[in-house]
Each structure stands twice: as C-alpha cells, then as structure tokens.
Nanobody, 121 residues
C-alpha cells in the first residue's frame, strides 16, 4: 500500500502561482509513476500531468501545457505540481496518484485525498 498526502492548495488570484506537493509513504521503494488529476464541481475527474519514476518523462494535458510543470524528488518521496499563470477554470480539487505506469485515464493504483485550488478572477 502507498499513502499519498497532498498539500499546497489554496486561494489565489488569476495570473498567480501555486505549488502543490504530494508526499508518499508506505511501499515507496517500488518504482511508481506519479500523476495529478483534478475535478471541478459538476465535472468529471480529468488528467492534468504525470511523471515517470525516474523523472525522465513528463506529461501534461493540453489545457495546462506551458503553465503547469510536474517534478519529483525520490529521496523525499515527494512529487510537485508547479502551477503558473492560473486561470479561474483551473479551480478544482487536485488529486495526486501513483501507479506502475503513466496512464491518462483514472486507472491509477493509489489516490490522495485531494487539495482544493481556487482561482479568483
């Protein structure tokens, strides 16, 4: 089992930045890919970004490319999502995920509890 805990969410004005963190514990010796999803009220959960175990490959949804960057520090068992130039449509609960391989669907093995990001206009 892997436990994931997100932090760093909050309220920010449009154009601002936030950095989310996701700390993993438990079976962290396995080589897990990590991902980020978000879910806005009344909408389906959607893929945001992902990173391979080594950090050598990163992926981002078209809606966030050029604004969001994901990275990881395996020594700290932590993955980050740097969000710049935030827009009101980025408002959502953001979830951290872990799994054997990167997929762009919700078919990940482990999920965090989520952290709220609210962007005001």
């Amino acid at each position: 089992q892997v436990q994931l805990v997100e932090s760093g969410g909050g309220l920010v004005q449009a154009g601002g930045s936030l950095r989310l963190s996701c700390a993993a514990s438990g079976r962290t010796k396995s080589n897990y890919a990590m991902g980020w999803f978000r879910q806005a009220p009344g909408k389906e959960r959607e893929f945001v970004a992902a990173i391979s175990w080594s950090g050598g490959s990163t992926y981002a949804a078209d809606s966030v490319k050029g604004r969001f960057t994901t990275s990881r520090d395996n020594a700290k068992n932590t993955v980050y999502l740097q969000m710049n130039n935030l827009k009101p449509e980025d408002t959502a609960v953001y979830y951290c995920t872990a799994g054997g391989v990167v997929v762009f669907t919700t078919a990940w093995d482990y999920w965090g509890q989520g952290t709220q990001v609210t962007v005001s206009s």
